[in-house]
């Protein structure tokens, strides 16, 4: 296993077309978190899954952010009718069940909405 | 004011010389994290503290529960370790996420 996997690493997309981000967490890891960073800025919490139960979302997420954890492996994002705001690095890091353990990230998603 | 500050936001260093990143925070907390971060956005876990002083080759990581700080330092800077360093703290309330710092801006110079 080589870590937490994300795909795309880049994305351009118009505005107003929806984007869908994948995230491949360590493959014993339980709890898998979503955080965006805009430049400049420390990355902020959008939602967390533990399993495929979805405990908790940011008041970030806005109706048009969906995220998805099916099989309590892989994760999801869905941005629909996105918006130049939206442009931003979304960073994906899953950690083991224990409390206070490491949390391990991807290399993330660069989205760019034009 | 935001959960977690850290200072200094930029800090540029001459190749060798003794750096410290500062963070406060103002919660409760359960574990802070200190996070690496390069060009190109990939983050990397250099510490995690609920306590004491950590050492990891030329990193040394301190925390400070009653006064909520913490510090990163750097001995015998060289210019590979020019990323930006972020402290993030996992809170007794917030569940599982953590919160972040808006990060330090460091460069070594050779």
């Known amino acids: 296993d080589t870590g937490v996997s994300q795909d795309p690493r880049h994305k351009i997309t118009k505005r107003g077309q929806n984007v869908t981000f994948r995230c491949d967490p360590i493959?014993?890891?339980?709890?898998l978190y979503w955080y965006r960073q805009t430049l400049g800025q420390g990355p902020e919490f959008l939602t967390y899954?533990?399993?495929?139960?979805?405990?908790?979302k940011s008041r970030l997420l806005s109706d048009r952010f969906s995220a998805e954890r099916p099989k309590g492996s892989f994760s999801t994002l869905e941005i629909q009718r996105t918006e130049q705001g939206d442009s931003a690095m979304y960073l994906c890091?899953?950690?083991?069940?224990?409390?206070?353990?490491?949390?391990?990230f991807g290399q993330g998603t660069r989205l760019t909405v034009v | 004011k935001n959960e977690v500050e850290q200072s200094p936001q930029n800090l540029t260093a001459q190749e060798g010389e003794f750096i410290t990143i500062n963070c406060s925070y103002s919660v409760g907390i359960s574990a802070l994290h200190w996070l690496q971060q390069h060009p190109g956005g990939g983050i990397v876990s250099l510490f995690m503290l609920s306590s004491g002083k950590k050492k990891h080759g030329r990193l040394i990581a301190t925390i400070n529960i009653q006064e909520k700080h913490s510090s990163l330092h750097i001995t015998a800077s060289h210019p590979r370790d020019s990323a930006v360093y972020i402290c993030a703290v996992r809170s007794g309330t917030s569940g599982s996420r953590l919160t972040f710092g808006e990060g330090t801006q460091l460069t070594v110079n050779p």
């Open positions: 493959s014993e890891h339980n709890r």
């Open positions: 890091a899953s950690s083991p069940g224990q409390r206070n353990t490491e949390a391990f």
């Open positions: 899954f533990q399993n495929e139960a979805q405990l908790e």
